[in-house]
């Protein structure tokens, strides 16, 4: 069965990096465009990054180009997450994603970022 296991989230500083890990298994990871979504207290979860199954296409949240980056290994089935220049309004739980016919959700990962 599908499984992803989100790692990596944590409590930081406002302008400090935290690097997220997404661990797949039960399905071909190579051939599936995964995602980064987040969900703050009281507000709907959103789409923050995207990788094609290659890693040669990537899009993120407007808010968070130039300081997220989304990338992938392929012979770890791994995907990630490296968020840089943290605001506290990145403060969510982040949520792996695919789709392969039904979404696919890990557990998610608390991250939050305060003073």
């Known amino acids: 069965q599908v499984q992803l296991v989100e790692s990596g989230g944590g409590l930081v500083q406002p302008g400090g990096s935290l690097r997220l890990s997404c661990a797949a298994s039960?399905?071909?990871?190579?051939?599936?465009?995964m995602n980064w979504y987040r969900q703050a207290p009281g507000k709907e979860r959103k789409l923050v990054a995207a990788i094609d199954a290659f890693g040669g296409r990537t899009n993120v949240l407007d808010s968070v180009k130039g300081r997220f980056t989304i990338s992938r290994d392929n012979a770890r089935n791994t995907v990630y997450l490296q968020m840089n220049s943290l605001k506290p309004e990145d403060t969510a739980v982040y949520y792996c994603?695919?789709?392969?016919?039904?979404?696919?959700w890990g557990q998610g990962t608390q991250v939050t970022v305060s003073s």
């Open positions: 039960g399905f071909t990871f190579s051939t599936n465009i």
């Open positions: 994603n695919t789709f392969r016919g039904v979404d696919y």
